[in-house]
């Protein structure tokens, strides 16, 4: 048996906002990698609110997992932008309901009085571009972690 450490202290599911780029850049790293299906994508114009299913790797929890020689876990989370104007993308065709899109990074480019563009990119050269009044985001997680399907962690550039 051994010691608690500091890292047992992660086992709580995220729940997660940014309201600036700083904040949004955490949000990215914890999401890099995450998966989910082209249908788990929602655009609300009338709530302003645009919002992913995503099923992430645990980063949070990977050194903890490598150091006790146990599974990586990844996890289902909600990612939501809030105050969002408009929606545009590109390399990604909605109509094919069976695809699963790779979000590779969430980036902020401010405009004046807090407006700008949230830039998700995704691999395979997609990207989804949100027009946003404020920069708003929640990145909570909603089921237990479960074993990463592969059993590895994805590569994860510092």
């Known amino acids: 048996m051994t010691d608690a450490s500091f890292h047992d202290g992660r086992e709580a599911p995220l729940n997660l906002g940014a309201q600036d780029d700083e904040d949004l850049q955490v949000i990215s790293t914890l999401t890099q990698d995450a998966v989910f299906p082209i249908t788990e994508m929602t655009w609300r114009p ?22 006790r020689n146990r599974p990586f876990e990844r996890v289902q989370s909600v990612l939501v932008f809030d105050s969002v104007l408009s929606v545009s993308s590109q390399g990604v065709d909605r109509s094919d309901k069976d695809m699963v899109m790779s979000l590779l990074s969430v980036d902020f480019e401010a405009a004046e009085d807090g407006a ?6 995704l691999a395979g050269d997609g990207a989804i571009r949100l027009s946003v009044e404020a920069l708003d985001a929640t990145l909570k997680d909603v089921t237990r972690p479960y074993q990463a399907p592969s059993g590895q962690a994805p590569h994860h550039p510092e």
């Open 46 to 67: 009338s709530e302003r609110r645009f919002g992913l299913l995503l099923n992430r790797f645990r980063w949070e929890d990977k050194d903890a997992a490598t150091s």
């Open 116 to 121: 700008g563009q949230i830039l998700l990119t």
